[in-house]
């Protein structure tokens, strides 16, 4: 499925749709300035989280508290093995939470197989093509 996004606003419309029924693990892939993070705006929202959701550009890892649970944010655009994530108790937190991982590239050895794939593309400057796997 594909859609096309006009503004970030859509985009995080978007994320706070697949909140509705969120995956365990979704992973979202695309470059720089894509609107991954844009997306998880609206989708943590949705998920009940009351902060902000900012670019972790020093955090690999940022944990919200929702329902029952914690909405588990990671950036692992500075990740060079998977290593360092299952350094972070990476499994047990795949038993209970809801996680979303910009630039999951970096460690597809480790995602579980029912994790859902978002790939976000550049359009021009305010568009954004969004395909899910
Ligand atoms: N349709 C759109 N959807 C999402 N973002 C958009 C759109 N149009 C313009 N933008 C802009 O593109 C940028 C997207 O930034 P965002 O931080 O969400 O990207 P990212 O994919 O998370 O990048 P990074 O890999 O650096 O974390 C924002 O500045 C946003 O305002
Ligand atoms: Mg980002």
Known sequence: ??????????????????????????????????????????????????????S??????????????????????RIKDSREILGLDFKKMLKKNLIAIEWPERIKDILPKDTLFLNFKIIDKNKREITIK
């Open 1 to 54: 499925m594909k859609i096309l996004s006009k503004s970030p606003t859509e985009t995080k419309n978007f994320g706070k749709k697949i909140a509705k029924n969120p995956p365990k693990v979704l992973a979202l892939k695309g470059d720089l300035g894509a609107g991954k993070t844009t997306f998880l705006k609206g989708y943590a929202e949705k998920l009940g989280v009351k902060e902000k959701i900012l």
């Open 56 to 77: 972790p550009t020093f955090l690999i890892l940022k944990k919200f508290p929702i329902e029952k649970n914690y909405f588990v944010h990671i950036d692992c655009y």
